[in-house]
């Protein structure tokens, strides 16, 4: 699957929103994820990609970023066994 | 001082998740105890239990429904059944005189177990972020209150077993001293875990099971075993009585007493002097003597401890009187609540005045020496013209809690 079909996934089983409003350009905030919501999603980020999402250190404006931040972070920490021993 | 009365109530419970549905099933003497399937059961000794039938999604969103424990998904669909029972609509000014009191034992169970396992078994490197605000005691209350905009006084209670009475009794007392004009007052539990039924399966308290695993819990009788865990949840609506009589609205009862007392004795055995002290010092506080008393909902924990005791204590305040009151033990059907459970019994209380039933103890079926007061074995009792009843909660830590409620007539 691709990132931006998990994302969506991952949404659709966790909230009440319209898909037809899911879109890559959409604001988090026009979602209306509140602080803790926010904390909440990048956790399912993390479990659903198996990546860890620095704290502070990511801006996440629309879905876009977040698709971006989060295909930047699994090509870097999952780094193949072979290149990891060299 | 100021009178309180009982406007609204809610519950959910191993015998229904109405009131209608738990005192139906209560007066025909139904059982919600049962053998458990989850997957744990095959390694625990004990496998009944007294599960309530709830599915959080047909009552909440997903995203509230994965962000609260059962036990807080519990008492917020008895609080919201409790306010809509009650009819009250609160202005902004009013909603600084109404509260939250509630009682619970051991509060978000299911979560932190479920979290421990998570870090201990399946090593996680991170917990969910809403473990905390899920896990914290006073999640069940605080939500309520949030939920309704309700910004007085708002705390939990946790004394194991009395927990709920507490709750009711402190809330009643706000009332009465005019400290809250409203309170949302109660309990909840859920712990019906791994972790939990095997630290109560060492302590001994638990019945062994049945033939019949729906009679495994049989207070007063000469073969009781112990108690089988329940889960659930009860919420009552306290209101002052002119608040709610200017208003026009249903009551089902005015609480008039409450005891509260500490054995300091001993911290599982329970004293035959604090239970009594309890009782005594709720019946001065309803300002009625041992004849006012039409009904007694046992704390009825069957073990063997518990309901000699308790049958001592009964005899010790009410003298003769005693042997013509009936009691019962609701925990017979709806098992052991803990913290839910005085809450739980206050409304088995109330409803059995409303509709003129004692419910029974289903399952006592050999009488007990020691325990030689009329229970109410088997069958309900119709047509009882109750006017007042009692009812007890006796808890692990020696904290007792005694609630008498009378039926209101309008003056």
Known sequence: MKTWERIKKLFLDNYEFPEE??????T?????????????????????F???????????NSLQDVISVVERLAVEQHIPKERQDA | MRRVAITGMGIISPIGNTCED?????????????????????????????QADFNANDHFSKKIARTMDRATQFAQVAASQ??????LQLADGEKTRAGVYLGTGMGAANTLEASYEQLFVQKVKRLHPLTVVMVMNNAAASLISIDRGLKGPCLTF???????AVAIGEAFRLIKHGYADIMLAGGTESLLTFGNLMSWESIGTLALEADDPSTSCRPFSKDRTGFVLGEGAAVLVLESL????????????????????ADAEHITKPSVEGQALAIKAALEEACIGPDGIDYINAHGTATLANDAVETRSIKKVFGRRAYTIP???????????????????LVASVLALRHRTVPPTSTLTVPDPECDLDYVPGNARTGIDLKTVMSNSFAFGGTNAVLIVRKYKND
């Not at chain 2, 005192?23 to 239990?49: C, H, K, P, Q, V």
């Not at chain 2, 009691?327 to 019994?345: D, F």
Request: aromatic share 6%; with cysteine; hydrophobic share 40%.
């Open chain 2, 22 to 50: 738990f005192f139906n099933n209560l007066a025909a003497g139904r059982s919600g105890i049962r053998r458990i399937s989850t997957d744990f059961a095959e390694r625990l000794s004990i496998r009944i239990a007294a």
């Open chain 1, 28 to 48: 988090i905030e026009s979602i209306g994820l509140d602080s803790l919501d926010k904390i909440e999603f990048l956790f399912a980020l993390e479990k659903e």
């Open chain 1, 50 to 60: 198996n990546i860890k999402i620095p704290d502070r250190e990511v801006t996440l």
């Open chain 2, 242 to 261: 002119d608040r709610a009589k200017k208003r026009g609205a249903g009551i089902y009862g005015e609480v008039m007493g409450y005891g509260s007392t």
């Open chain 2, 327 to 345: 009691i019962s033990s609701t925990k017979s059907m709806h098992g052991h609540l803990l913290g839910a459970a005085g809450a739980v019994e």
């Open chain 2, 82 to 87: 409790a306010w809509q029972d009650s009819g």
């Open chain 1, 21 to 26: 409003r899911l879109c890559p350009e959409v």
């Open chain 2, 158 to 164: 946790s004394t194991a077993c009395s927990s709920s």
